[in-house]
């Protein structure tokens, strides 16, 4: 029985994520809160690629998503100034946040989202101008990947929140339009998140939760109110922790 909506999957994540980071800053020691927080990365990457999905205003969207994002960023760059005084190569400022990965994911996702499109259209323009815009997308999108690990060989701490699969997993969402093949190409782009991230993370194969609660997913949005706070969610919850841990840590 699909029970469960967009905002009710939201909250899940947003738990999840809160105990992710209480195991990070403040409880290292307790593994279970790591274990839970693996739960809120695919969650958000899913709803990332229906965002791209649904969204009446692509632009609106993805500046929302990047501002927040560099908004966290400067956050993070005055506390390493702060800290260490420098921004060297091995600067915590480097250190990238999820919201700017899944901005870097938003124009790839559009643009398989259109050139399904032109494709069950057969329209030969539309498919031609997708295609070029998705293998641009995903140029880039190599030439970063390349990019990034030759800046950490030569000692820069420059990375994504992680890594690749922050791109990647929200364009596993798009691959399909309909709900249980979307779900099973999700469901592998998760598979493989764990298979290739285990070396580093143990714990995360409890990313496979995830795709087991989309299945009680019924294509509802919810409550729209809850719509901005689940942006202001992200920053604010990590400056409580941050506060605590300074205070009480």
């Known amino acids: 029985m699909k029970i469960l909506n967009r905002n009710h999957l939201k909250i899940i994540a947003c738990v ?5 980071h209480i195991g990070y800053l403040l409880l290292p020691q307790v593994a279970a809160l790591r274990w839970a927080g693996r739960i809120a990365m695919p969650l958000f990457a899913f709803f990332i690629g229906e965002g791209c999905r649904y969204t009446r205003n692509r632009k609106k969207y993805f500046l929302s998503v990047f501002l927040l994002g560099a908004i966290c960023q400067a956050v993070y760059i005055i506390d390493a ?41 057969k329209n030969a323009v539309r498919i031609r101008k997708a295609a070029l815009i998705v293998g641009a997308g995903f140029s880039l999108f190599a030439v ?27 364009v596993f969402a798009v691959l399909w339009d309909t709900p249980v093949p979307k779900l099973a190409f999700f469901a592998g782009g998760v598979l493989l998140f764990c298979i290739f991230t285990r070396g580093i993370m143990p714990y995360v194969w409890f990313s496979l939760i995830a795709p087991a609660l989309l299945l009680l997913y019924n294509g509802k949005s919810g ?6 706070g689940f942006y202001v969610f992200y920053p604010a919850h990590l400056g409580i922790l ?8």
């Open 144 to 170: 970063g990947a390349v990019l990034i690990p030759a800046l950490q060989a030569r000692g820069w701490s420059l990375h994504f929140d992680y890594g690749v699969w922050a791109i990647l997993l929200p």
């Open 223 to 228: 409550s729209k109110r809850l719509k901005y």
């Open 242 to 249: 941050y506060l605590i841990n300074l205070i009480f840590f």
């Open 16 to 20: 999840s994520m809160v105990l992710d």
């Open 81 to 121: 100034l702060i800290e260490t005084g420098d921004l060297g190569k091995s600067s915590d400022a480097w250190y990238l946040n999820i919201l700017l990965a899944f901005s870097v994911s938003i124009p790839l996702c559009c643009g398989v989202c259109d050139l399904r499109a032109a494709i069950a259209e």
